[in-house]
């Protein structure tokens, strides 16, 4: 039989793999990359699951693992990769695969701190105080810099000629 903590990290990956795998490709770029970093964040996870002591952070944690291995990857890729992959995988329809690739190209345009925000805000779905304890800054600076960050692909999706809503 399983231990407790066998299963529970067992539901932590059907939870979030989906999400990390999204965001990861959204801070990378690379479907095969973010494959692969998501495989070896959930291998960092499981060796440190024992002491995760709050289960409600674990979001926040794995998001954290996640970041160091997009980092470390960012620093041996070479600088002139780019976006080549498609996102059929994360696709329902062909709509949702033409939107996605537009976001996607505008995204990558973003730099490396305003995609961080991003991605753990709104693909992981972490609270700002979830975002702040990941990336070791005051929640204040995480509401900042994810207000400017969704203002500047505003501005980047508009100079694509993507409409794009007014915030409330």
Known sequence: MQ??????????????RQMMTSAA?????????????????LIDAYR????????????????TILRRKVLDYRRKRKPADELTEDCAVYCQDETELIVRNIVIEQLLKLDDEDREILA??????????????????KEGTVRIRALRAKIRLGEILRGAGVEVPKAR
């Open 120 to 137: 753990g805000k709104y693909l992981l779905g972490l609270t700002y105080r979830e975002l702040s304890e990941s990336l070791g800054i």
């Open 3 to 16: 231990n407790p903590s066998h299963r529970e990290f067992e539901l932590l990956v059907e939870r979030y």
């Open 48 to 63: 440190g699951f024992s002491g995760l002591r709050d289960i409600e952070k674990a979001g926040a944690w794995l998001y």
């Open 25 to 41: 490709y959204h801070l990378c770029g690379d479907r095969e990359a973010a494959l692969d970093i998501v495989q070896d964040a």
